[in-house]
């Protein structure tokens, strides 16, 4: 049984968590880390119990995945009936209703109120692949624009999409042809206006590649594994037009960001942005593997039948999860649950920013909230007190996450369902931790 707060039993790895470990080591590839190799026996409204008996406090959702908790009955119960009726038919052979309910739910709740039809995929990256698939058939065009500090996956053709080279890119070449890299937005280093940014990149993609040549101009509402960057105000809505103007698909990856993680269901919404495809997938279905691409119902009918799918592509259990998350995040309204949580969380930051001075940027909305760690009275990152900040907060029994170009960002991404007391303990953790490896 998890019990409701956090519990250090030992040390964090405990003993029995460190046996596992070096097992791992006997058998499993080292080019796969774990954070925290603490292994996880149960988790439950935000804690993970390990099998030291340790319970630690989740702020990292199993990277914005379980944004309704790890075991909400509405998933569980979905999810048993499913695993009890069947496992597997694979859609394109023998159909089934959950695939259908999980389009018509995607179809509802993304931006926009045009007719939408969805593909389903199991990863983030199969769901990004596809959408640059759909885009250079629906438009007879070949480039695809990416941005500075942009994560998009692990496949290769989203290895060529993603920015950072080490560990993402680093000897796995050659890479897909024909991706096109500009400046985005990144107001705490650029100082630009989104709209000033946007002309940039906008001159680039017309200078550079010629408008008529792009398929998709494909980009994070709000960067993930980059730093959690967030686009200045105008920068979307300024890309979004010209896309429009000129023929060129405007794919939004909210892979990180969907799903009620940012205060909204989808990030772009919050500047009126309507994508014409949406790539979704972590937050989808409680950490069953679920992607979608979602977008005009015309974009999605200019593949030929047999061109998108997949052997396990809208698994009826992945399906049943999806369907149970969605519910529940409709039931306790999360994307609310996400925005308490930034009230509650930035002005704490903010406050250590000031105490400390080496948080050079707090920002993200709703549940997807970083620190940008710097030496103090610069922009010069600081990866190396990031990284002990880090350290301190997991031997303390919290999950935190770093991400960013520079390794410099402490992320937050708490399950969206934390309680404030929970919430409250593992802050005080995080403003210790800052606090004393700052001063050393
Ligand atoms: C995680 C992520 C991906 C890749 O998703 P996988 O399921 O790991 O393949 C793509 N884009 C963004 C923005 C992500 O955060």
Redo the contacts with the bound molecule.
Sequence with gaps: MTEHQRVLRTEIPGPASRALQERRGAVVAGGVSSVLPVYVKSADGGLLTDVDGNVLIDFGSG??VTNVGHNVPAVVDRVREQVANFTHTCFMIAPYEGYVEVCEALAELTPGDHAKKSVLFN????A?ENAVKIARVATGRQAVVVFDHA????TNL?MALTAKSIPYKHGFGPFAPEVYRVPGSYPFRDGLGGAEAAAIAIDRIEKQIGGDQVAAVVI?PIQ??GGFIEPAPGFLPALSEWCEANGVVFVA?E??TGFCRTGDWFASSRENVVPDLI?T??GIAAGLPL?AVTGRAELLDAVPPGGLGGTYGGNPVACAAAIGSIETMRAQDLAAGARRIEETVVPRLRALAEKTGVIGDVRGRGAMLAAEFVKPGTTEPDAALTGRIAKACHAAGVVVLTCGTYGNIVRLLPPLSLSDALLDEGLSVLEQAVIEESSK
């Design positions: 990277i914005a990863s983030g990256a199969e990004v994560y998009h996956g692990r989203t994070e993930g594994e990856d892979v990180q790539a997938a972590k992607a």
